[in-house]
Each structure stands twice: as structure tokens, then as C-alpha cells.
T-cell receptor, first 110, second 112 residues
Framework: RKEVEQDPGPFNVPEGATVAFNCTYS??????FFWYRQDCRKEPKLLMS???SGNEDGRFTAQLNRASQYISLLIRDSKLSDSATYLC???????????FGQGTELSVKP | DVKVTQSSRYLVKRTGEKVFLECVQD?????MFWYRQDPGLGLRLIYF???????EKGDIPEGYSVSREKKERFSLILESASTNQTSMYLC???????????FGPGTRLTVT
């Protein structure tokens, strides 16, 4: 079983749609959680950290359920520029090591 | 803004050559990391460093070494490049371990 699992997609959605990505992690002792975005042939960019209380940044909302070991990212009113691969990332209990999911590809169409 | 720079965007080397990949960050971050990213395998941690002259092995350190002589600079060394080291190499840094990491633009290395 992979340490961090994501649906690879692709998710093809029209502009303005709401799209949700899910992620599960296997290590219950994981400490920190993040969503990154990666454009084709570019580096991953930190989108947002994920907190137990849930957090929002504009059109993006992240949720964490520690009991179910589940993380989600919701994108509202999607834009063409949101097209990218979204990486679910978890920091375990061994220092700063990050575990990356395989990524979920999103394609927003006009 | 955090700035992480890498010495080359594209590099082509021959099998057996010694290869140096340089990474510099300008935010006085304590922690620096080297990853490689391959299709179907995602990002994998090669080495990381919590402080100057300190290094720790990641998941796939074989065939690589690192050097951190100054806080802002973290070098990845391929002692004798092989074709299976053809990959995208990404450097990252973070201020604290619990925080997210910031990545450089990557070096796409091809070993022929």
C-alpha cells in the first residue's frame, strides 16, 4: 500500500465548476499536511498547508480528517489557470521528510 | 518570496562522469533537500540536511553524495553518472521541518 494515495485522474471539468480531490495516508503518526500544485515540466509549488480545523484560501478549501487519515482539496469556480497536477503531501514523524502522492491531474476547459 | 535557484535547467552528461548539481536558497533556511522526480514514481527523497555540514540519507541515496559547506548552498554529487540517473532533480528548502518546502526550478539531467 502506498503511503499517500490519490486518484490520478485526469479530472476534466468546465470553467466555473467545483472540483474535489481526495487523498489518504497510511501513517497515523503523520504530523503535517500540504497541497502542492505542479504545472507541466515545472517545479511543485506550495498551494496551502492543511490544518485539522480546515482552512480556506480564496477559492481553495482544504480539509483534514485525522481519524480517517483523509485529506481533501476543494476548488470552487475553477479557472483555466487551475489546470495542473495537484500533489497531496504528508510529513511523517521522522523529521522533515515529506511523502508525496502521485498527483491528480486537473484540466479545466473553456 | 523564497527563492531557490539551481545551477542548470538542462544538463547532458556521459556515463561515468562526475556530476555536480548546485542549489542555493536566499531565505536563510535551515533545511535543504534533494529529490528526483520520474514518471510513475513521483518525487523521491535522495538526501537532506538540517544544518551546515550535516546530512541525512533519504529513500534513494545510492549513487549520490551531498555537500553542505554553507547554509545557503546544498550540492548533489553523482560520483559516476549512470543512465538510470537520468531524471529531473529538484532542490527544496524549508525554515522549519513542520513547514512546507519550497522548490527550485529543477535540473533535467540526461546521462548518455
Amino acid at each position: 500500500r502506498k503511503e499517500v494515495e490519490q486518484d490520478p485522474g485526469p479530472f476534466n471539468v468546465p470553467e466555473g465548476a467545483t472540483v474535489a480531490f481526495n487523498c489518504t495516508y497510511s501513517n497515523s503518526a503523520s504530523q503535517s499536511f500540504f497541497w502542492y500544485r505542479q504545472d507541466c515540466r515545472k517545479e511543485p509549488k506550495l498551494l496551502m498547508s492543511v490544518y485539522s480545523s480546515g482552512n480556506e484560501d480564496g477559492r481553495f478549501t482544504a480539509q483534514l480528517n485525522r481519524a480517517s487519515q483523509y485529506i481533501s482539496l476543494l476548488i470552487r469556480d475553477s479557472k483555466l489557470s487551475d489546470s495542473a497536477t495537484y500533489l497531496c503531501v504528508v510529513r511523517g514523524n521522522q523529521g522533515g521528510k515529506l511523502i508525496f502522492g502521485q498527483g491528480t491531474e486537473l484540466s479545466v476547459k473553456p | 518570496d523564497v527563492k531557490v535557484t539551481q545551477s542548470s535547467r538542462y544538463l547532458v552528461k556521459r556515463t561515468g562522469e562526475k556530476v555536480f548539481l548546485e542549489c542555493v536558497q536566499d531565505m536563510d533556511h535551515e533545511n535543504m533537500f534533494w529529490y528526483r522526480q520520474d514518471p510513475g514514481l513521483g518525487l523521491r527523497l535522495i538526501y537532506f540536511s538540517y544544518d551546515v555540514k550535516m546530512k541525512e540519507k533519504g529513500d534513494i541515496p545510492e549513487g549520490y553524495s551531498v555537500s553542505r559547506e554553507k547554509k545557503e548552498r546544498f550540492s548533489l554529487i553523482l560520483e559516476s553518472a549512470s543512465t538510470n540517473q537520468t531524471s529531473m532533480y529538484l532542490c527544496a528548502s524549508s525554515r522549519e521541518l513542520r513547514e512546507g518546502q519550497y522548490f527550485g526550478p529543477g535540473t533535467r539531467l540526461t546521462v548518455t
